[in-house]
């Protein structure tokens, strides 16, 4: 069946802010987005030791993945083969690729990192999501200009109708410098009760992406 699919759940991480649905978990004035990761992590007893270990790419997916999925239980609704990760961002993983570049620009003192080499593919997020949730299922990340709702809903809602998914993770999760911006949402084949927050759909996935405080 070719939807109607609905958007269950979503987390919004932005401008100092951590939301899911409607509730704002907490607020921040940190402008180092190393350092307001860290304050989410501990102000939300998320219990996961190598999350130190992450660039800021990987710590802004894993938080939201976290927070957007405490409490659900996917697995035991889910085959981990069932449950898909779809994220988007544009500049993919720029800032760990820049900081890799100058441990080797330098041949006097070369000496590449493997703690951040590890960090210079965009889709690494997903894996350290998949491994910490043990889904299994489609994981793919895409590079674009900028958050695009239709873009994501055609190929998350193809990807519900002719694969065996049944369940998608799917959202954009933007980190360069100073600047970070992620939205995911938790897009299932069947409502929640009572009723979700939305169908899934360009318009709605838009609308909560708008939502930045």
């Known amino acids: 069946m070719n939807g109607p699919y609905y958007i269950n ?26 350092a307001f990761y ?32 405490r ?24 800032e760990t690729d820049k900081n890799h570049q100058l441990s080797i620009q330098d041949r006097s ?43 994501m809903y055609r190929y998350v809602n193809l990807l519900l109708y002719e694969s065996h998914v049944q369940c998608c993770i799917a959202g954009w999760i933007e980190q360069h410098g100073p600047n970070y911006d992620g939205i995911l949402y938790l897009i299932e084949k069947t409502n929640a009760d009572p009723g979700g927050i939305a169908i899934f759909e360009p318009q709605n996935l838009t609308q909560l992406y708008l939502q930045r405080n």
């Open 71 to 94: 409490d659900k239980q996917l697995n035991s609704r889910y085959a981990g083969d069932d449950i898909g990760l779809v994220l988007y961002n544009a500049s993919s993983s720029l």
């Open 9 to 34: 759940d979503y987390c919004r991480i932005c401008n100092g802010t951590v939301k899911v649905n409607d509730k704002v978990l907490y607020r921040s004035h940190t402008p180092d987005p190393a």
């Open 38 to 69: 860290t304050e989410v992590y501990k102000e939300t007893a998320i219990n996961y030791p190598k999350f130190y270990k992450m660039d800021n790419l990987c710590k802004l997916g894993f938080l939201a993945s976290e927070l957007l999925l």
């Open 109 to 151: 003192s070369y000496f590449p990192s493997p703690s951040v080499f590890v960090y210079t593919l965009a889709n690494i997020v997903i894996g350290e999501i998949c491994i910490r949730n043990k889904f299994y299922g489609e994981g793919t990340f895409f590079v674009d200009e900028a958050f695009d709702a239709e873009r």
